[in-house]
């Protein structure tokens, strides 16, 4: 005669498993949503880093060549506002695109063909007085970017001697 035993069962219930499911997707739910914000989080900074060395460059140029900017002071000026400081009679008002970069680190020549950045980016120059009798006008580059449907702004300043700039009826 033999006799079975019928004590121990192997394996899971159906109840086990859907819990199981459940605990596992919403771990996987998360540790996506996490590598989403990530990617995000890695694009701002990369726009961000990119805004200021467009600003640093184009600054630096500003600085070190006065002469080749129009330095549209307007006759009505209020001393303390800004005025448009023009690479060209036709700018526009949105500021030039980037078009051109020099300091780029070589690691990112890749991210900036691939995505073709630059194309978002704009720059423009203001400049202030703050006297009448002020010997610097200071500058200001500011670099605009649309970044998640928003427009973003970064801005650098300095201050440029007033003798190198062009008076108004000089331009």
């Known amino acids: 005669m033999i ?21 596992l997707s919403v771990a996987v739910t998360v540790v996506v949503q996490m590598f989403s914000i990530s990617v995000d989080m890695s694009r701002v900074a990369q726009n961000s880093i990119l805004a200021h060395m467009i600003a640093e460059e184009k600054l630096e140029f500003v600085v070190n060549h006065p002469e080749k ?14 005025f448009r400081v023009l690479t060209s009679s036709d700018e526009p008002e949105a500021g030039n695109k980037v078009e051109e970069f020099l300091s780029l680190p070589p690691e990112w020549e890749r991210y900036v063909r691939y995505k073709n950045v630059l194309s978002s980016f704009r720059w423009k120059v203001l400049g202030k007085l703050s006297s009448p009798d002020s010997n610097v006008v200071e500058v200001i580059v500011v670099v605009s970017y649309r970044e998640s449907g928003r427009l973003r702004n970064y801005a650098l300043m300095s201050i440029v001697p007033r003798k ?7 331009v």
């Open 69 to 82: 900017f129009k330095w549209n002071i307007p006759e009505n000026y209020k001393f303390g506002d800004f």
């Open 164 to 170: 190198n700039t062009a008076v108004r009826s000089e």
């Open 3 to 23: 006799t079975i035993k019928l004590g121990k069962k192997f394996g899971f219930t159906l109840i086990e498993l859907i819990v199981a499911l459940a605990v």
